[in-house]
Every structure is written in structure tokens, then in C-alpha cells.
């Protein structure tokens, strides 16, 4: 299942910052993918900006990854989605979340196209340490967009 708001990417000066951040490789979610980032493997630090339309399998793949396949850590741009079934299964208790200071203005192939996308997003960071012992108390942060320190 796939939607138009699947076809959104990172700007790339926030792709930069957080590729920086956590010294991020790997997207197994490029705009013009070669291959299918659900059936390969992603080494060992992967940045994920998965279709919004099906994060769930994205999340699971990443705890896959992690527990079974070497990756050290996953670190997710998804919707603040809190009140959804994938952030209580996969994200809350078994991850640190960062809120985006503001809102983030994603980049479409056709430069005309307006985002569309108009809701919070955050950051997910995913690792072996969060998801086999969870987090005691959920350790919500912030990121800044711009430049400058969080």
C-alpha cells in the first residue's frame, strides 16, 4: 500500500544534521530505490524515513535488524503519531524519542508540489540496549532543525 505522501523525502539539511548526529551510513528508504529496504540488510547504522504508509513493517524490520542482523542502531523521521498501535508496540518503552522543535517542510520530487505534510514528527532512535531493556522512564527530547546545538 502505497500513498503520495510516500513520495516526500528529508530535506537534505536536516538529513545531514541527523546523518551527523549518530554518524548514520545506510537508508534502506531512498527516493529512487535500487532494491526493497524491507528484504535486505541494513549494516550497521541506518537512517530510516520510511513510507508513512506502512511504518509498522518498517519498525519491525528495525528490531529484526537489530536483534538478529548486526545493525547497532536505527534512527527514525516518522509522524508524532503517539495515539497509534506501531508507536505502543515498537516505539514507547523500547526507544529514546526526540520531538522536532518544528515542523519540518519535506521535499517532493516534483520541486512544484507543495509538502502536504503538516503534522509533528520525531525522532526514533532504536538500538539492542532500548529494545531488550526498554528505557525506565521514557527520555523525551527535543532536535533542533536548524543549526546550533540541541
Known amino acids: 500500500m502505497t500513498s503520495e505522501s510516500d513520495k516526500y523525502m528529508t530535506p537534505q539539511p536536516l538529513r545531514r544534521r541527523i546523518e ?11 527516493s529512487d530505490p535500487e532494491e526493497d529496504g524491507l ?10 524515513n520510511p513510507p508513512y504508509s506502512d ?13 538478529k542482523h548486526g545493525c547497532d542502531i536505527a534512527v527514525f523521521l516518522i509522524p ?3 495515539n ?12 529514546r524519542v526526540y520531538f522536532l522543535e ?11 508540489v ?12 532504536l538500538t539492542e540496549e532500548t529494545i531488550r531493556s526498554g528505557v525506565d522512564e ?5 532536535f533542533g532543525c536548524g543549526g546550533g546545538d540541541d
Not at 39 to 46: I, L, M, P, T, Y
Not at 55 to 61: A, F
Not at 118 to 124: A, I, T, Y
Open 55 to 67: 511504518i509498522p513493517s518498517w519498525l519491525e524490520k528495525a528490531h529484526r535488524e537489530i536483534l
Open 80 to 82: 508524532a503519531g503517539v
Open 39 to 48: 528484504s535486505v540488510r541494513w549494516g550497521e547504522r541506518a537512517f530510516v
Open 20 to 30: 551527523d548526529r549518530w554518524d548514520l551510513s545506510y537508508d534502506p528508504c531512498p
Open 138 to 142: 521514557q527520555d523525551l527530547r527535543t
Open 114 to 125: 507543495d509538502s502536504g505534510i503538516n503534522r509533528p514528527v520525531m525522532l526514533v532512535e
Open 84 to 95: 497509534a498501535d506501531w508507536f505502543h508496540n515498537y516505539v514507547l518503552e523500547m526507544s
Open 102 to 112: 518544528s515542523r519540518v517542510e519535506f521535499d517532493h520530487p516534483h520541486k512544484d
